[in-house]
């Protein structure tokens, strides 16, 4: 049973649009969550992460956005640029609990189109 | 910034041969991973360790062992290799568990 659900296995954006990637969770004991970057050929990267208590953190380009009623988050690039095309995983945990890891989702590829 | 190392970039073996895949990390972490991403399938978790001399199985453990001697090293071992092996492999290592992995460039195995 997948708790962490990337529904859209890929999306394309025009270049300088808005790219928005969504992740929907089951485990309402998750309370900290995260976005990785993925490039063909090299390891993912760690973009960006959103504590529980919040329900929107930025980074640059970066928003993340956490709705925990509806056990939703969303990633918003904005404006997109050619180096964003890369496979995107969403990633939650539960930090209270020590023994739990990290769960990712399947990943959303990003083409952003010029 | 850590840094996690394996060993190789790209690794060709053929079906029945024992395979190691190693992974150094420089910044004492208690805590080391190993994934296998597929297309479609994301990333599954095979073998991890909270400590020296500890390992707990994944996801998809079937067909792999994993061996810490060190703290810093973390080897995943295909004991007999088949090509439903044929992946990549993500080594990944962490200061506390659910804060954030820290990844390798990844292992790209082609089992033939």
């Known amino acids: 049973d997948q708790q962490v659900k990337q529904n859209s296995p890929s999306l394309s954006v025009q270049e300088g649009r808005i790219s928005i990637l969504n992740c929907d969770y089951t485990?309402?004991?998750?309370?900290?969550f995260l976005w990785y970057k993925k490039y063909p050929a090299e390891g993912p990267t760690f973009l960006i992460s959103i504590s529980s208590i919040k329900d929107k953190n930025e980074d640059g380009r970066f928003t993340v956005f956490l709705n925990k009623s509806a056990k939703h988050l969303s990633l918003h690039i904005v404006p997109s640029q050619p180096g964003d095309s890369a496979v995107y995983f969403c990633?939650?945990?539960?930090?209270?609990?020590?023994?739990?890891?990290?769960?990712f989702g399947k990943g959303t590829r990003l083409h952003i189109l010029p | 910034d850590v840094k996690v190392t394996q060993s190789s970039r790209y690794l060709v073996k053929r079906t029945g041969e024992k395979v190691f895949l190693e992974c150094v990390q420089d910044m004492d972490h208690e805590n080391m991973f190993w994934y296998r991403q597929d297309p479609g399938l994301g990333l599954r978790l095979i073998y991890f360790?909270?400590?020296?001399?500890?390992?707990e199985k994944g996801d998809i453990p079937e067909g792999y062992s994993v061996s810490r001697e060190k703290k810093e090293r973390f080897s995943l071992i295909l004991e007999s290799a088949s090509t439903n092996q044929t992946s990549m492999y993500l080594c990944?290592?962490?200061?506390?568990?659910?804060?954030?992995?820290?990844f390798g460039s990844g292992t790209r195995l082609t089992v033939v």
């Open positions: 990944a290592s962490s200061f506390q568990r659910v804060y954030g992995y820290t």
């Open positions: 990633a939650a945990s539960a930090s209270m609990n020590r023994d739990d890891k990290i769960i």
């Open positions: 485990n309402s004991m998750f309370d900290y």
């Open positions: 360790s909270y400590d020296v001399k500890m390992k």
